[in-house]
C-alpha cells in the first residue's frame, strides 16, 4: 500500500521551531518530487515548498522565505520540513504530497499524506 506519513506537528511558541517529516511507505521516495503544502482555517491549501528528486527546491510561498527549509533523505525514504521563526499565521494542518516527476510543481500530485497539526500560540 503507498503510503506518505507526516510526524512532528505540535504546539509551539512564536519564535520557535518545529520539524515535521514526510515518510513514504509503499513506494520509494527518490524519483518523485516531494511537496509541502498547508491549509489553515477557512482558507484554501496553499503550496510552501517542494523538493525535486534531485534535491533541488522551489518556494511557493513568499511568506516562509528565509523561515522555512525543505530537505531529503532518500536513504531514509523521507523528506523534511524545517520551520523556524514560526509565527501565529503558519497555523495549520500540514500535508506532505509525492509527484510522479521528477520535477517541481505546485499542482499534479498522485499521494497525499493525512496531515499533521501545526499550531503556533503563546
Known amino acids: 500500500q503507498l503510503q506518505l506519513v507526516e510526524s512532528g506537528g505540535g504546539l509551539v511558541q512564536p519564535g520557535g521551531s518545529l520539524r515535521l517529516s514526510c515518510a513514504a511507505s509503499g513506494f520509494t521516495l527518490g524519483s518523485y518530487a516531494i511537496g509541502w503544502f498547508r491549509q489553515a482555517p477557512g482558507k484554501e491549501r496553499e503550496g510552501v515548498l517542494c523538493i525535486s528528486s534531485s534535491g533541488r527546491s522551489t518556494n511557493y510561498a513568499n511568506s516562509v522565505k528565509g523561515r522555512f527549509t525543505i530537505s531529503r533523505d532518500n536513504a531514509k525514504n523521507t523528506v523534511y520540513l524545517q520551520m523556524n521563526s514560526l509565527k501565529p499565521e503558519d497555523t495549520a494542518v500540514y500535508y506532505c504530497?509525492?509527484?510522479?516527476?521528477?520535477?517541481?510543481?505546485?499542482?499534479?500530485?498522485?499521494?497525499w499524506g493525512q496531515g499533521t497539526q501545526v499550531t503556533v500560540s503563546s
Open positions: 504530497a509525492a509527484r510522479r516527476h521528477y520535477y517541481c510543481s505546485e499542482y499534479e500530485y498522485d499521494y
